[in-house]
């Protein structure tokens, strides 16, 4: 099964550096938020360190991008770390560093601007979801048309874990199913293209 870590600790930093490199800037920036949470709302420091939110003077692009850093709280903070730590590896293993980083970061960007185009001013959205969501995205891609590059087991984990994922992004408050559906479809074209353009 693909999603299964054998490697040592030093293995996995040497292996990963991409996922390493964007865990350990999540967890800085976690720290970071959690430090200025002591002095400052935690709602507030989202907004100063650049959650996907409209300010008095408008919208702010860079926010499209530093809101992938950003977390509402230990637990949401960790499923993200979690769930890259899982689903990063093989992607990276098999695309390489520059495409598995364009991938991640192109799916949340995307995800956030389909975040704003739904919900206008309105937005107030912080979290790598939508990265992560375009890295099934590509799992996607494979189960449906690579199916022979992915063992039965990772196959089925797969479509558990983007059912039951996509289910909960309905029903759970707070959620912004936006951006998961947003990452989700970035993931899934950008894999494709990548793909096609290697076999040609």
Same mark, same amino acid.
């Given at each position: 099964?693909?999603?299964? @870590?054998?490697?040592?600790?030093?293995?996995?930093? !040497?292996?990963?550096?991409?996922?390493?490199?964007?865990?350990?800037?999540?967890?800085?920036?976690?720290?970071?938020?959690?430090?200025?949470?002591?002095?400052?709302?935690?709602?507030?420091?989202?907004?100063?360190?650049?959650? =996907?939110?409209?300010?008095?003077?408008?919208?702010?692009?860079? @926010?499209?991008?530093?809101?992938?850093?950003?977390?509402?709280?230990?637990?949401?903070?960790?499923?993200?770390?979690?769930?890259? *730590?899982?689903?990063? /590896?093989?992607?990276?293993?098999?695309?390489? !560093?520059? !495409?598995?980083?364009?991938?991640?970061?192109?799916?949340?960007?995307?995800?956030?601007?389909?975040?704003?185009?739904?919900?206008?001013?309105?937005?107030?959205?912080?979290?790598?979801?939508?990265?992560?969501?375009?890295? =099934?995205?590509?799992?996607?891609?494979?189960?449906?048309?690579?199916?022979?590059?992915?063992? /039965?087991?990772? @196959?089925?984990?797969?479509?558990?874990?983007?059912?039951?994922?996509?289910?909960?992004?309905?029903?759970?408050?707070?959620?912004?199913?936006?951006?998961?559906?947003?990452? =989700?479809?970035?993931? *899934?074209?950008?894999?494709?293209?990548?793909?096609? @353009? !290697?076999?040609?």
């Amino acid at each position: 099964m693909i999603f299964l @870590r054998y490697e040592s600790f030093r293995q996995y930093l !040497k292996f990963y550096p991409i996922t390493v490199t964007i865990l350990g800037l999540n967890f800085i920036v976690y720290l970071i938020t959690v430090f200025l949470s002591l002095y400052y709302s935690y709602g507030l420091v989202l907004y100063l360190l650049g959650s =996907l939110s409209y300010s008095a003077e408008g919208f702010e692009i860079w @926010r499209i991008f530093t809101s992938m850093f950003l977390h509402g709280g230990f637990d949401h903070f960790l499923f993200n770390a979690f769930s890259l *730590f899982l689903f990063g /590896p093989p992607l990276e293993r098999m695309l390489g !560093k520059v !495409k598995y980083i364009i991938i991640y970061l192109a799916s949340g960007v995307f995800g956030n601007i389909i975040s704003i185009a739904v919900y206008g001013s309105k937005v107030n959205s912080v979290g790598a979801s939508g990265a992560i969501y375009g890295l =099934l995205g590509a799992y996607l891609f494979m189960v449906l048309y690579l199916g022979h590059r992915i063992d /039965p087991q990772s @196959r089925t984990t797969i479509i558990v874990i983007l059912t039951i994922g996509i289910i909960y992004s309905f029903i759970s408050p707070g959620i912004n199913i936006s951006a998961h559906l947003g990452g =989700l479809f970035a993931g *899934f074209i950008i894999f494709s293209l990548m793909i096609r @353009r !290697k076999s040609q």
